[in-house]
């Protein structure tokens, strides 16, 4: 039986491994692997990280563990997690320069464009505004205070990584991107998705599915089947 091609999964800020919780099962030819962050679901007793170096260092283990042996190697990210997964790539790439592995970066602008202004500081009734206005999207339990005092220290965190983010490699990455958006994305216009290209020296391709920055709650599947068909080929279902 031909092993599955592992996929590290990253979710938007705020959000955990429960993102994808729909994903495992949709594919015979992937092995959807969503890393735990400290803060999130099953690492909730741990402190959140704030910075871009303390959240790979904290998963780096996690990470070279689910590659193993493998010859190739998905990593997906999404919004905030697309930033993490650049980094997780890079981590990889250099730790298991061997892996054939292939960066999805979807609903995000390349690693280095400047942030928008600083929400981190603001009181929690407008973080938890301001955040639903830059992401696209609320999270239902913040509406209720006694989850949204549960869930704001990781949120936060997440924040705090994503604003205080400056890529330290500088070189091309030696592997390819695929830059994924929604068609109606506000956030993330197709002229900032194509500028992944410019932070891989191994070519990047674009795509599009309906819908906004959001779009893979609804569109997951097809994103899925994109995820096969660059890893695996067209016999991946069959």
Not at 177 to 204: I, M, N, Q
């Amino acid at each position: 039986m031909t092993e599955r091609v592992p996929v590290l999964c990253f979710p938007p800020a705020g959000a955990g491994p429960s993102f994808f919780q729909a994903w495992p099962d949709a594919s015979p030819a992937l092995r959807f692997a969503a890393v735990e962050l400290p803060g999130k679901e099953r690492r909730f007793a741990e402190e959140p990280a704030t910075t871009m170096t303390e959240l790979v260092d904290a998963i780096a283990d996690d990470v070279l563990r689910e590659v193993g042996a493998a010859g190739r190697v998905g990593v997906f990210g999404h919004s905030f997690g697309a930033l993490v997964a650049y980094e997780v790539a890079r981590l990889v790439a250099h730790e298991r320069p061997a892996v054939d592995l292939t960066l999805f970066a979807s609903g995000a602008p390349r690693p280095g464009v400047p942030r928008s202004s600083p929400i981190g500081g603001l009181p929690d009734d407008e973080f938890v505004v301001a955040v639903a206005e830059l992401a696209g999207y609320k999270h239902p339990a913040l509406d209720d205070p006694d989850l949204r005092e549960l869930l704001l220290p990781a949120l936060r965190g997440d924040v705090a990584v994503d604003e205080s983010y400056r890529p330290a490699e500088q070189a091309p990455a030696a592997f390819p991107v695929v830059s994924v958006r929604g068609d109606a994305d506000e956030l993330v216009s197709a002229a900032a998705a194509a500028r992944w290209s410019e932070v891989t020296a191994a070519g990047c391709t674009t795509r599009e599915f309906p819908g906004g920055h959001m779009y893979l709650i609804e569109h997951w599947a097809p994103l899925v089947t994109l995820l096969e068909r660059t890893l695996v080929g067209e016999q991946a279902r069959s």
